[in-house]
């Protein structure tokens, strides 16, 4: 026992080794300098190991169905429709052997292998699926190393060699400005699903290409924001944001986001034309940008094929037709609700989000003659005809439309003493020396709990703080301030700023050549003893400064 024990004691010892020597050997090879079978081989195996880790959301490995090919005897078909049947046991062998002499070729190998399950197998099953989660992590795992290996002419090493790693903690400085750090190294490890010091999952983090985005974005935002604009590192996170993007299109047309759930409503059908059955209006719900027109990355012929067999069909919606009275109360009911405390209150709705709001048309009124909504037909037996359902009387509309436009005046239920916002101050960044750090200070409107400025600032003037004073009354009220900036909310500073009085909140911000927006919602709930009944229970106050810096 003792014996056997040390012995797989020993083989998994030696098993961790190997894969430690294959990770360190990785860094052997210089691939902006050329590739080579040996380096072909190395990074192939290291791929090959993380994709035999990918695992879905239950932790059941992906790959298994994939180690080895189905049987000749009970797979008779599958080798009739399949011309080149490939697992991953063949490609670790013909990796083994050194048969592959670049990355391409390698890849060209995978997609073969994937576009052989999804053409055989049936979408829904278990095998398709499968594949679609491997060629997710292939397609992730691939951008990432593009990233890395990024060349330049005139540029020694990796091109965004500056962001592969985090700075050193010794940047204290770097730490305590920028929130959520990021790297294109902490990148790939959420790709491969490293959590902490244990090993890697297999199971990306990002279970979309919207996620994805979302995270990548902090590489040249938080340089853009720690930066001065113009420096060498400024103009190189420009550089990768342009390439990132590029990859992501090239990525978007090959690997194409799930579907998205969809609501499907019965409605009547119209008064003027006849259908023999209820008509349904489609909801697409949470969808993102389509990616149908992205230009797909340059394939072998024999890939492209397969590629436009999968991915050939686009996808549709129905326009909807006709709409529910029901819904046309509930959309109404909706434009006067009290806006939603979130850091995305929007100050004023244009014509064409309040169309976007609802997908449905005004229904048309009921017709007071039926004979005249239905075709002639030849002369049948007489059917009783049911009695006629009232229709109730019209609901008032509490939130009019006006020429086409929503009326968004919210006037005051007293005076300007009872502002929600004292004031707001346009201050220079305290790293910017200044003999009167003071821009600008809006006050609010005596009549309407809406306030708007404009302001314009030299080109060198790209940080600022926006400084919010906030009333004494509002002390024993429940209330949530939020300062957002082209859309995009901020977070208060730690450290106080200079003149910065303790009933105020500071706010850094960081702007772009041309025009910014600067809003500050603050949301506070209305005392029990001054609220009417069937009022609203809270009121907003909205203060929206448009900042024009100046170009060179």
């Known amino acids: 026992m003792d014996s056997k024990r040390k012995a797989n004691g020993a083989a998994a010892v030696d098993n961790d080794d190997r894969g430690s020597k294959r990770r360190r050997l990785t860094g052997d090879f210089d691939l902006s300098k050329g590739e080579s079978r040996e380096s072909t081989t190395t990074y192939g195996l290291s791929f090959l190991e993380h994709i035999r880790k990918t695992a879905d959301k239950a932790g059941r490995l992906v790959a298994t169905n994939f180690e080895e090919l189905p049987s000749r005897e009970e797979n008779a078909d599958y080798y009739e429709q399949t011309r080149m049947p490939i697992s991953l046991s063949m490609i670790e062998q013909k990796l083994n052997d050194g048969d592959f002499e670049n990355l391409s070729e390698l890849e060209g190998y995978f997609k073969r292998m994937i576009s052989n399950a999804k053409e055989f197998y049936p979408r829904g099953t278990e095998i398709y699926e499968d594949a679609e989660r491997l060629r997710k992590a292939q397609a992730q795992e691939k951008l990432i190393e593009e990233l890395i ?204 989000e309040a169309s976007r709001a609802s997908p449905a048309v005004p229904s048309q009124p009921p017709s007071a003659a039926p004979s005249q909504a239905t075709p002639s037909v030849p002369a049948a037996a007489p059917v009783a005809v049911p009695a006629p359902v009232p229709v109730p009387p019209p609901q008032p509309i509490t939130n009019p439309l006006v020429n086409g436009y929503m009326d968004q005046k919210h006037p005051r239920r007293s005076g300007i003493d009872d502002a929600l916002i004292e004031s707001m101050k346009i201050q220079v960044h305290p790293t910017l020396q200044s003999h009167s750090p003071v821009l600008a200070t809006i006050r609010p409107n005596p009549k309407e709990m809406e306030q708007s400025a404009t302001l314009n600032l030299p080109p060198h003037l790209t940080r600022i703080l926006a400084v919010t004073a906030i009333p004494n009354h509002l002390q024993t009220r429940q209330y949530s301030l939020w300062t957002l900036v082209n859309k995009q909310p901020l977070k208060p500073i730690h450290h106080q700023a200079p003149g910065q009085q303790p009933h105020e909140r500071a706010f850094e911000a960081m702007l772009h050549p041309g025009l910014n927006v600067l809003e500050s919602h603050l949301i506070a709930a209305i005392p029990r003893d001054e609220r009417v009944p069937g009022g609203p229970e809270v009121e907003l106050e909205v203060f929206t400064i448009s900042i024009n810096v100046l170009r060179n």
């Open 149 to 352: 290996r990024r060349e330049d002419p005139g540029y020694d090493g990796p091109y965004f060699e500056a962001f592969i790693n985090l700075p050193p903690r010794s940047l204290k400085e770097y730490f305590k400005v920028i929130s959520d750090p990021m790297s294109i190294r902490k990148l790939q490890k959420a790709v491969k699903g490293f959590h902490g010091r244990g090993g890697s999952t297999g199971v990306s983090d990002f279970k979309s290409w919207a996620a994805f985005e979302e995270k990548a974005k902090l590489l040249w935002t938080n340089a853009y924001f720690y930066n001065e604009e113009g420096s060498e590192i400024y103009l190189v996170a420009q550089d990768l944001e342009k390439f990132f993007y590029d990859q992501l299109k090239q990525a978007q047309a090959v690997v194409t986001e799930p579907s998205q759930p969809k609501i499907k409503l019965k409605v009547g059908g119209s008064s003027e034309t006849p259908t023999p059955g209820p008509k349904k209006i489609t909801i697409h719900v949470g969808g993102q940008r389509d990616s149908a027109d992205s230009p797909a990355p340059a394939q072998s012929k024999g890939a492209l094929t397969n590629g436009q067999t999968v991915n050939g069909t686009a996808r549709t919606s129905t326009p909807a037709q006709a709409v529910n009275p029901q819904l046309e109360k509930a959309r109404s009911t909706s434009l006067s609700a009290v806006p939603s405390p979130s850091p995305s209150v929007q100050s004023a709705l244009k014509p064409e």
